[in-house]
């Protein structure tokens, strides 16, 4: 196939932010869609097959408009409009998201969506009065959920922030901890003040927490609580069983939001032991004011390693539902011959 090209118009502080940092993020493009960008002053020619082009062009343009915005452009966005394009999805959307901002760190840094799934998922928490969010690590499930608690109470919409989760270990007995009851869930907890921190302050956490406008603990804890007026965020919610899910859910008041957050493939549940969260989904997947949010690979927002790792799991847990299914057919298979 003969090369082709075409020239689009950028301007040139533009293109030294859509290029990157030693041009990484168009060196990026170029090795992926096999085209070539040759930049002069606020033009820029691309050169390769002509479906490529066509690619290339849509990213490049998708990329000036986030850059028209203000956002400085990294690898990340590069990657995923990659993805997007791969998979032959649309792109137009991914624009929208540097203009949903839900807050700002202390240090100033605006909170946004990275990703289509990841706006999905704001949106969802916003409109509804329960959320789940599932998917794999990195997707950002629980931090999205509690910038979008901490801005809810700091717009005075709901007077506490309930963060819980179960205290269960990651595949290791820990045994005794010492210390008093908050000094014994507090490493189960640590990923949760994590993120208050860094978006509310350490000081804002502790003198709202002394207070009791902000709770953290152990999700046997609600039992035998109403929460009116309250933004819950249930985080790990694949270690619960189905008893306490119910619990959970039935704990949740007038005025109140909650959002559920879990993955799926990371279970720390006995192997006999079916996830509270599996059964909540496929119970309430039609109950109106719920929504179910999937995040897959696609949303993962940290170093692209991450997402290559969540790849390769996926495919590799696919391989293995294949063989168990193929043998539990033999098996019966087996049985039947026996039988006659």
């Not at 619960?240 to 939001?257: D, Y």
């Amino acid at each position: 196939m003969s090369e082709k090209e075409c020239i689009l118009d950028i301007p040139v502080e533009h293109l030294e932010n859509i290029f990157g940092q030693f041009d990484a993020n168009i060196k990026l493009i170029e090795q992926t869609l096999s085209v070539t960008f040759i930049a002069r002053d606020d033009r820029l020619k691309v050169i390769g097959e002509e479906d490529k082009i066509k690619s290339a062009a849509d990213i490049m343009q998708r990329l000036y408009a986030l850059s028209k915005k203000g956002e400085t452009i990294t690898k990340q966005e590069v990657n995923y409009l990659l993805g997007l394009t791969e998979q032959k999805l649309p792109t137009k959307a991914v624009e929208d998201l540097a203009d949903d901002c839900i807050c700002h760190t202390t240090s100033g840094k605006p909170i946004k969506p990275k990703t289509i799934g990841q706006k999905a998922y704001v949106d969802a928490i916003r409109d509804q009065m329960i959320t789940f969010g599932i998917g794999p690590a990195g997707t950002g499930k629980t931090y999205l959920a509690m910038a979008m608690a901490i801005t809810a109470f700091q717009r005075e919409e709901v007077s506490r922030i309930i963060l819980t989760r179960p205290a269960i270990e990651a595949g290791e007995k820990l045994g005794f901890l010492p210390g008093d009851m908050q000094s014994k869930v507090d490493p189960y907890l640590r990923p949760l003040y994590d993120a208050l921190y860094q978006i509310m302050g350490a000081e804002s956490f502790a003198r709202n927490m002394e207070k009791g406008l902000i709770e953290v603990a152990p999700l046997a804890y609600m039992r035998g609580r109403t929460l009116d007026n309250a933004f819950i965020i249930l985080d790990e919610a694949q270690n619960t069983t189905p008893a306490q899910m119910k619990m959970f859910l039935t704990r949740i008041g007038f005025g109140s939001k909650a959002v559920i957050t879990g993955d799926a493939t990371q279970k720390d549940l006995p192997a006999s032991a079916r996830s509270g969260l599996d059964v909540a989904v496929d119970v309430l997947s039609s109950v109106d004011e719920i929504s179910i949010c999937k995040l897959s690979g696609a949303d993962v927002v940290r170093h692209p390693l991450v997402q290559k790792i969540v790849h390769a799991y996926e495919v590799y847990e696919k391989k293995e539902d294949t063989k168990n299914k193929k043998k539990k057919v033999g098996k019966t298979h087996g049985k039947d011959r026996g039988r006659k």
